[in-house]
């Protein structure tokens, strides 16, 4: 998926999405000096944090306007441009890591990002990684369903939030044994009284292009916050209703 950022609001009102990505990159095992590609690294923060623990850091986004955050906040780190489903390394790495990416690739794709990810790696190399697994944020895009009814559109979700079964299985077709799978439930607090709203605003693009004037598009998001204010704002505060999929994953001996 390619998508133009608003990139300097990303980084400073959605950190949360880069914050949550320790948790994930704690289930790397690997020894300091190990050289590591962040797929999708977006604005660096989760790159720089590998840098920190010792890692020979890489990161890979398609995103223009999140490369030049990363490339301006850590110079020392190289970033490449390229697209995850069709990039190669000139040097095998014995880590690749990614963090809220895999699910703003269309499913028909992700083979052919396995496969890179795969050649990308040294052999037993591990393939770490988290984004948005089955039933992500499945009120915010009920609601939305609702909301475009109700003006008429039909709202077509853009995301890819596979199980545990189904994304092991291309795990597997592409050369990887799954060593660590789980999906939880995480509710995210949102920043600030919009919050809801500027979520949507930032992270639910493509659906919006069939609605034809901006007035609609504002009532359709006033609508789907309206309906979620009994479910998702509590105590003062919007969450969002994530799902999160982190695997581990090794590529198979040949
Ligand atoms: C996610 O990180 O799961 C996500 C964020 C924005 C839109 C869809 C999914």
Redesign the pocket.
Known sequence: MNIKWDAEKYTSDFAF?HQYGHHAAELIDAREGCTVLDLGCGNGALSKALQEKGFLVTGIDASKELLHIAKTNYPEITFIQADAADFSLSHPVDVVFSN?VF??IDKTCHPAMLQCVNRALKENGQFVFE??GYG??RMIHEALTEAFQQCHYQYQNP?Y?PTIGEYSALLEQAGFQVRFAVLFDRMTELKGEDGLKE?IK???KSPFSVVKNKAEQEEIIETTVAKLQDSLYRDGKWY?D???LQMKVIKNDR
């Open positions: 999405v809220a699910h703003w984004f948005g992500n944020n995301f939030f979520w930032m992270f639910i969002a994530y799902v999160r």
